[in-house]
């Protein structure tokens, strides 16, 4: 499957962006879809994670509250709505794909990553 993520850009603190991932290639509801972030000289960190049928959804302790991922089947694209950004919030966004089912935050079990989308959040 082949990722492409989009909707980056600069805003200020308290402000919203809504991020997307256009997926194609083989059927989009058979993968878990995940978002994660790296901002400079840091690992890349979880963000978020929504199950292929939409149904269960997972997110980082420091976006809950703030952040909704969400797909549209359908459409074969996956969300990432940030709502209240902060200075903290900048960095590299990058959405991936994982088969077989969940199996947690870590980066290794996600199979297919997308080129990633810079969020920049002004103080």
């Known amino acids: 499957v082949q990722l492409q993520a989009s909707g980056g850009g600069l805003v200020q603190a308290g402000g919203s962006l809504r991020l997307s991932c256009a997926a194609s290639g083989r059927t989009f509801s058979r993968y878990v879809m995940g978002w994660f972030r790296q901002a400079p000289g840091k690992e890349r960190e979880f963000v978020a994670a929504?199950?292929?049928?939409?149904?269960?959804?997972f997110a980082g302790d420091s976006v809950k509250g703030r952040f909704t991922i969400s797909r549209d089947n359908a459409k074969s694209t996956v969300y990432l709505q940030m709502n209240s950004l902060k200075p903290e919030d900048t960095a590299v966004y990058y959405c991936?794909?994982?088969?077989?089912?969940?199996?947690?935050?870590?980066?290794?079990?996600?199979?297919?990553w997308g080129q990633g989308t810079q969020v920049t959040v002004s103080s």
């Open positions: 991936a794909a994982a088969e077989g089912g969940y199996r947690g935050t870590a980066s290794r079990f996600y199979d297919y």
């Open positions: 929504i199950m292929g049928s939409g149904g269960s959804t």
